[in-house]
């Protein structure tokens, strides 16, 4: 399986997913102009990674931003997730990094653990 990364910009995060040596990382800033043809690669690519994922994968979140159309893609995400690890029965788990000033994105990290069984861990940094 072929990894997926894309070079972050001013409007868009560092997205790194390699199954192969187990990395799977988004950060940065996410308000891109049209969130679903940014997000759709990397939801195709976990859609892909489903049919065979990783005995364990742990996703590391570290978003300086993101606005309320990528809060829903990232929901999506998470969702996905989640069901991998139901479906597959595979250790997966989230880990959300946030700035210790910013109680914004740490309540957003709360608020996706909410809708989450997968283990997810919230990290001030």
């Not at 891109?32 to 990397?42: L, Q, S």
Request: aromatic residues 12%; proline residues 5%.
């Amino acid at each position: 399986m072929e990894k997926l990364e894309l070079t972050g910009t001013e409007d868009t995060p560092t997205i790194i997913l390699d199954k192969s040596n187990g990395i799977f990382k988004m950060a940065g800033r996410s308000l891109p102009e049209d969130v679903n043809k940014f997000y759709t690669p990397i939801v195709n690519w976990l859609d892909t990674y489903s049919q065979e994922p990783n005995p364990e994968t742990n996703f590391e979140m570290r978003f300086e931003y993101f606005n309320t159309a990528s809060a829903k893609l990232l929901l999506d995400i998470f969702m996905k997730l989640d069901s991998i690890a139901a479906t597959k029965k595979v250790n997966l788990s989230v880990k959300w990094y946030y700035d210790k000033r910013d109680d914004d994105m740490k309540e957003a990290g709360e608020e996706y653990a909410d809708f989450l069984s997968i283990p997810f861990e919230i990290i001030e940094n």
